[in-house]
């Protein structure tokens, strides 16, 4: 709920280009460009109180480079 990582699969250092230490130092939401982080916000807040949503955003790796995903909670 702060934005913190805890914990993550090594599989995100792999993916993202980003390595461990980065990635804690990081909000969720810096995977994702500016344009998307408000949109991003409002759905993580869903999950909070919900329990669930999805959307689709383009996540952003360490070196620019965008992939469109679905998040799913």
Do not use: C
């Not at 995100?12 to 949109?39: C, N, R, W």
């Amino acid at each position: 709920m702060q934005g913190k990582f805890l914990r993550w699969n090594t599989n995100l250092e792999k993916v993202s280009l980003y390595s461990g230490d980065e990635i804690k130092q990081m909000h969720p939401l810096d995977f994702f460009a500016d344009d998307e982080k408000q949109l991003l916000a409002e759905k993580i807040g869903n999950v909070f109180v919900a329990g669930e949503d999805e959307v689709q955003a383009n996540f952003l790796l360490k070196n620019k480079q965008r992939y469109l995903i679905t998040l799913q909670e």
